[in-house]
């Protein structure tokens, strides 16, 4: 069973409750901050780990098909409104600005993941993809897949500010970039 000593690494970012919420931890073997990956029922498949010293930033549990999960699911439950992200971070970074969030592994969205969204039954969902290359083209292919299965989507867009992620973002910061895309969302 996987347990989480929350590190100070993740307490820089997110609030303890967000930490503790989704299990933000430490790899006192690797020295690494890490997070549990975990199935659609929410058992834990393996261990994330952040690397700090260059190269891929996460590493994933060898063998675990991140396309066909979505991390947070085990905590989303069927509502009105879900916010769709790219990786942990950004979920725990939705939370601590008061919105349940759900995030593919990188930034893209597969066929399986829309599937898991789509039976989640939100009638509204705020893509708030990065704003790199990679998240803005696959915040766009998102939207265009989950329209396919029934699912009414807007993008949070936060051009011109210098944050490429949620997760970057001061928490109020987060929440009136969330708000403004629910508000535009309205006017559609």
Same mark, same amino acid.
């Given at each position: 069973?996987?347990?989480?000593?929350?590190? $100070? #690494? @993740?307490?820089?970012?997110?609030?303890?409750?967000?930490?503790?919420?989704?299990?933000?931890? @430490?790899? *006192?073997?690797?020295?690494?901050?890490?997070?549990?990956?975990?199935?659609?029922?929410?058992?834990? +498949?393996?261990?994330? %780990? %952040?690397?700090?010293?260059?190269? *891929?930033? #996460?590493? #994933?549990?060898?063998?675990?098909?991140?396309?066909?999960? =979505?991390?947070?699911?085990?905590?989303?439950? *069927?509502?009105?409104?879900?916010?769709?992200?790219?990786?942990?971070?950004?979920?725990?970074?939705? #939370?601590?600005?008061?919105?349940?969030?759900?995030?593919?592994?990188?930034? %893209?969205?597969?066929?399986?993941? &829309?599937? =898991?969204?789509?039976?989640?039954?939100?009638?509204?969902?705020?893509?708030?993809?990065?704003?790199?290359?990679?998240?803005?083209?696959?915040?766009? &292919?998102?939207?265009? +897949?989950?329209?396919?299965?029934?699912? @009414?989507?807007?993008?949070?867009? @936060? $051009?011109?500010?210098?944050?490429?992620? +949620? &997760?970057?973002?001061? *928490?109020?910061?987060?929440?009136?970039?969330?708000?403004?895309?629910?508000?535009?969302?309205?006017?559609?």
């Amino acid at each position: 069973m996987y347990k989480a000593t929350v590190a $100070d #690494y @993740w307490l820089t970012r997110f609030s303890r409750e967000a930490c503790e919420t989704y299990e933000f931890g @430490w790899d *006192p073997i690797k020295e690494k901050p890490c997070y549990p990956v975990r199935d659609t029922t929410g058992g834990v +498949l393996g261990v994330v %780990r %952040r690397s700090m010293d260059g190269g *891929p930033k #996460y590493r #994933y549990p060898v063998g675990v098909e991140t396309s066909r999960l =979505l991390f947070g699911l085990h905590r989303a439950e *069927p509502r009105d409104l879900l916010v769709i992200v790219e990786g942990a971070p950004n979920v725990a970074a939705a #939370y601590d600005a008061g919105y349940t969030a759900v995030g593919s592994y990188g930034s %893209r969205l597969y066929p399986a993941q &829309a599937e =898991l969204i789509a039976g989640l039954s939100p009638s509204r969902v705020v893509i708030a993809y990065d704003e790199d290359r990679a998240g803005r083209d696959g915040g766009a &292919a998102a939207q265009d +897949l989950l329209c396919s299965y029934g699912v @009414w989507t807007v993008r949070a867009r @936060w $051009d011109g500010e210098d944050y490429n992620d +949620l &997760a970057d973002m001061p *928490p109020v910061k987060r929440e009136r970039i969330l708000k403004k895309a629910l508000a535009l969302s309205a006017l559609s």
